[in-house]
């Protein structure tokens, strides 16, 4: 049972104003029922606008690190298999195809007032597609190397490096080959972000 006031780690998606999907990696905090998602995107970003302009997404429960990993670091071209909300499934939105599980989400409270803002929706639907694989040590080490990288611009590289090597340890004993690309990507994006800001501290 999810305690309240948890942190659920997924996919959201939402969509743009010309009509194409969003998708981020998002850790709202939830309740025990999985009826109230408290999000805190930076205003900055896509998903804070897009929900300020649209009030609704859907959240996904996977087990694709992979694709987690992906979305942090805004690597999703293709974007994942997806289709539209019908009717009754509560929202205009996006469904990903390989979600384990998705929640169709309505803004009830909206409150800009930080640079996080701090928005309060509701599941007004659900569904199930199919079983949840599970996480071992690799896919855990995984979600923390993505959440890692979404840092790199207020984080030394090198310290996000060092914390990846340690992290590659038991990827590198219960991994699969989703684990290992997904560790080599996010890798080469911290090298690269580090070596872009090189000239800009001169």
Same mark, same amino acid.
């Given at each position: 049972?999810?305690?309240?006031?948890?942190?659920?780690?997924?996919?959201?998606?939402?969509?743009?104003?010309?009509?194409?999907?969003?998708?981020? $990696?998002? !850790?709202?905090?939830?309740?025990?029922?999985?009826?109230?998602?408290?999000?805190?995107?930076?205003?900055?970003?896509?998903?804070? *606008?897009?929900?300020?302009?649209? !009030?609704? !997404?859907?959240?996904?429960?996977?087990?694709?690190?992979?694709?987690?990993?992906? =979305?942090?670091?805004?690597? @999703?071209? $293709?974007?994942?298999?997806?289709? #539209?909300?019908? *009717?009754?499934?509560?929202?205009?939105? =996006?469904?990903?195809?390989?979600?384990?599980?998705?929640? *169709?989400?309505?803004?009830?409270?909206?409150?800009?007032?930080? #640079?996080?803002?701090?928005?309060?929706?509701?599941?007004? *639907?659900?569904?199930?597609?199919?079983?949840?694989?599970?996480?071992?040590?690799?896919?855990? &080490?995984?979600?923390?190397?993505?959440?890692?990288?979404?840092?790199?611009?207020?984080?030394? &590289?090198?310290?996000?490096? &060092?914390?990846?090597?340690?992290?590659? @340890?038991?990827?590198?004993?219960? !991994?699969?080959?989703?684990?290992?690309? &997904?560790?080599?990507? @996010?890798?080469?994006? +911290?090298?690269?972000?580090?070596?872009?800001? +090189? $000239?800009?501290?001169?």
């Amino acid at each position: 049972m999810i305690l309240e006031g948890m942190i659920l780690e997924g996919i959201l998606t939402t969509l743009n104003a010309d009509g194409g999907v969003n998708v981020s $990696p998002m !850790g709202p905090i939830v309740d025990a029922e999985l009826r109230t998602f408290t999000l805190r995107p930076f205003q900055t970003s896509t998903t804070f *606008a897009n929900l300020k302009r649209t !009030g609704q !997404g859907v959240f996904h429960v996977i087990d694709d690190v992979l694709l987690l990993a992906r =979305a942090a670091i805004d690597r @999703l071209d $293709p974007l994942p298999a997806w289709r #539209p909300a019908v *009717a009754g499934e509560g929202v205009e939105g =996006a469904i990903l195809m390989d979600a384990c599980r998705w929640y *169709a989400l309505k803004v009830r409270e909206f409150d800009d007032r930080d #640079p996080r803002a701090t928005i309060v929706m509701e599941a007004v *639907a659900s569904g199930r597609q199919r079983d949840f694989f599970g996480f071992n040590r690799a896919k855990h &080490a995984v979600v923390e190397a993505a959440i890692l990288a979404t840092r790199v611009a207020i984080l030394p &590289a090198g310290e996000i490096l &060092a914390e990846f090597a340690r992290l590659q @340890l038991p990827i590198d004993k219960t !991994g699969g080959p989703d684990e290992q690309a &997904a560790m080599r990507m @996010l890798n080469e994006y +911290v090298r690269d972000s580090a070596v872009i800001e +090189v $000239p800009e501290k001169g």
